[in-house]
């Protein structure tokens, strides 16, 4: 089969034909996974081919770059908080040996698939294939499980913007669909979007809000992105590879190749990591269609794949959901994880909030309650500024970080919304690492609140101690304290270290928590 190792497809299915090729696909997969445990003399050989203006020896290069986000290690996924949702191996799907397939099998697997960006095959793409169904075969068991809630989120927005359904299986290859995912320079999210350019695509970042870490609102940016690039180009690879080096480096390779607009050809000429980028997305396509041929047993997951989105308008927090709602914060946090704090600044502009479907109708039914519960004591040290938007000095603020271990400015900048460059600028700095235990300064975008610092009590044998201009009787070892109005016995605890509501309220004989202006209160040791 002459060329055979070359071949690429290209172009849109019909309906018809798509659903044909799915047939197809079903009734030779079985002949298939057969013939690979057979005794067929095309296993185990190496095929030696190139592609027209690709040398081989390109190709076969034996330290293959791989991207960050795909060498993410099984501990590291297994340590995000959405890891504890996955569950079994799907009893019907059986493990077994690793098969290996000829040339000619997985040129017509990627025949089959419905697609719009090329699938084309070689030598790298075989490469990238081997180490998903083998190296990293755990791996794709736990992407398979995560990608039965993703893609559902992914594929109305790639719709919505008239882009490739395939373009969903990137997030494989940038954080092994892991939205908390962070690279050593910085990136985060789905997309892996560095600071700076998600800004740039819309995306809100401060020390409060992430969109990057959207599964929604990071896949708007991305079509973005890729509209954009597709119109410069004209050709999906090359708007794929800009994606992870930037076009800069992209019209850089391609001049180097004397103007040839083809991914192939400027291949040589792109920075190292970005060449194995285009066939890891193949074999991304590939892996995530065809993972049962290698014996891959999806793990299931019990995160709800029915959700809804609702509109918070007001300042909420996410233990005033757990609590009146019964849903697990982890679960709140894994559906929602653009929110750094656990607080969604609905009051600021309208804030969506995604729950379980059950959970949207009760949160709906119950929306007054849940505001006002437990608000004084979840946010009471949260104080929104009341700022427009547009005012960038007023929502800039001072804080003081202290290092810590393995840390480095671009994971810190990550965390706060800041560049690693301007964290320099600011410290005098002349290197991104940093020694733990060294104090930073840095001017964060507060996202339009401030976090208040709890107060102390200034230590007195007796007389009087101010408190937010509040009188404190000190005397005989016996403290009283006057209440205010809009006084709470949460509010009044969080005046003295140690002090719980509970111990307030054993040492004045209350029954409930009604106070009024003037009632003394005695204040018990700590």
Not at 491 to 510: D, E, F, H, M, W
């Amino acid at each position: 089969m002459a060329g055979l190792l070359g071949c690429f497809i290209t172009g849109q299915l019909s309906a018809q034909e798509e659903k044909e090729r799915g047939g197809d696909l079903e009734r030779t997969l079985e002949s298939e996974i057969e013939l690979a445990k057979g005794d067929d003399s095309d296993f185990g050989k190496e095929n030696v081919f190139a592609i027209d203006n690709f040398p081989v020896a390109t190709l076969t290069t034996e330290d293959l770059p791989l991207g960050e986000g795909f060498d993410a290690k099984i501990d590291d996924l297994m340590r995000h908080r959405f890891a504890c949702y996955f569950a079994v191996v799907d009893e019907q799907c059986i493990e077994g040996v690793t098969l290996v397939y000829p040339d000619s099998v997985y040129c017509r697997r990627l025949e089959r698939l419905y697609q719009v960006i090329p699938m084309t095959y070689n030598e790298t793409v075989r490469r990238c294939i081997d180490i998903y169904a083998t190296k990293r075969g755990e791996l794709v068991r736990y992407m398979l499980g995560a990608a039965n809630y993703y893609f559902p989120i992914m594929e109305p927005v790639l719709e919505r913007y008239g882009l490739p359904q395939e373009l969903k299986y990137l997030p494989i290859v940038e954080s092994a669909l892991n939205p908390g995912a962070v690279s050593r320079v910085g990136a985060g999210g789905l997309w892996q979007f560095m600071l700076s350019t998600g800004k740039i695509y819309g995306l809100e970042i401060n020390s409060l809000v992430d969109e990057r870490c959207d599964p929604v609102k990071s896949t708007e940016a991305a079509c973005r992105y890729f509209k954009e690039m597709y119109e410069m180009y004209g050709d999906w690879y090359l708007a794929l590879a800009s994606f992870n080096c930037g076009p800069g480096n992209v019209h850089k390779a391609i001049r180097r190749a004397g103007g040839k607009k083809d991914f192939w050809a400027i291949y040589p000429f792109l920075p190292r990591e970005t060449r194995s980028y285009v066939p890891l997305f193949i074999a991304a396509n590939y892996i995530m269609n065809y993972y049962e041929a290698h014996n891959i047993c999806p793990v299931k997951t019990s995160l709800p794949l029915a959700t809804d989105t609702v509109m918070v308008t007001k300042m909420l927090h996410f233990e005033q959901i757990t609590d009146l709602l019964k849903v697990d914060i982890e679960m709140l946090r894994l559906l929602n994880p653009q929110y750094r704090r656990d607080i969604i600044p609905g009051n600021i502009r309208p804030s969506a909030l995604r729950l379980p479907l059950v959970t949207a109708y009760s949160f709906i039914d119950k929306e007054d309650s849940i505001y006002v519960h437990r608000m004084e004591e979840l946010l009471a040290l949260c104080i929104p500024l009341n700022i427009l938007a547009s005012n960038k000095s007023a929502m800039r603020e001072k804080i003081t970080y202290t290092t810590k271990e393995r840390e480095n400015l671009h994971v810190i900048g990550n965390r706060y919304g800041v560049t690693a460059r301007d964290i320099r600028r600011w410290n005098g700095l002349s290197s991104n690492r940093v020694p733990p235990e060294k104090k930073l300064t840095l001017y964060v975008n507060n996202g339009g609140f401030r976090f208040a610092q709890r107060q102390q009590v200034t230590p007195a044998v007796s007389g009087m101690v101010q408190i937010k201009n509040l009188p404190i009787s000190v005397g005989n070892n016996r403290r009283t304290y006057t209440v205010q109005s809009g006084d709470s016995l949460y509010s009044i605890s969080r005046k003295y270290p140690g002090l719980t509501v509970a111990s307030l309220q054993r040492a004045n004989n209350l029954t409930n928590s009604r106070l009024y202006p003037g009632q003394k209160l005695q204040i018990p040791s700590s």
